[in-house]
């Protein structure tokens, strides 16, 4: 599972050119779901993003969670952080969970952040069509590979 995360003032996300979806102060997660990736893994991510401390305290260090600040967080699913650039000019995502299980981890991973005490969680529609608009805050953009990291 990758999550690129990029702290925000503010960002709003339309789907399918009608629905819009808004949060102020917080995080927006783009999530990808590769194949073998785990409801363990899902569970993991929630509890990491939501406690990631990336928030300005009084001393402008960065030493408070989502949490901390009574944050929003956009959640996006996105598959092309599946990318593979290895060859050529396309990129192959065949590392990408097929869309039936991924969408049930997406679901499942919104439901472990809303256990995490977020104030207010938006989402986006897997599979829709999407255009997020966001203020990076910093910019602050982090990115969580499980893989990578073992988890």
Do not use: H, W
Not at 108 to 128: L, M
Request: hydrophobic share 40%.
């Amino acid at each position: 599972m990758k999550a690129v995360i990029q702290r925000v003032s503010k960002a709003d996300i339309t789907i399918n050119g009608d629905v819009n979806r808004k949060i102020d102060k917080g995080v927006v997660v783009l999530l990808g779901i590769m194949q073998g990736d785990t409801t363990a893994q899902a569970e993991f991510l929630a509890k990491k993003i939501a406690e990631l401390r990336i928030f300005s305290d009084e001393n402008d260090k960065q030493n408070l969670s989502l949490q901390d600040i009574n944050g929003d967080m956009l959640i996006v699913s996105n598959f092309t952080l599946s990318a593979d650039c290895k060859k050529g000019r396309r990129p192959s995502y065949d590392k990408a969970e097929n869309p039936q299980a991924a969408m049930s981890l997406y679901e499942y991973f919104i439901d472990e952040v809303k256990k995490q005490n977020i104030n207010n969680v938006q989402t986006g529609e897997f599979g829709a069509d999407m255009q997020v608009a966001l203020v990076n805050d910093g910019p602050i953009t982090i990115v969580i590979d499980t893989q990578a990291i073992g988890k």
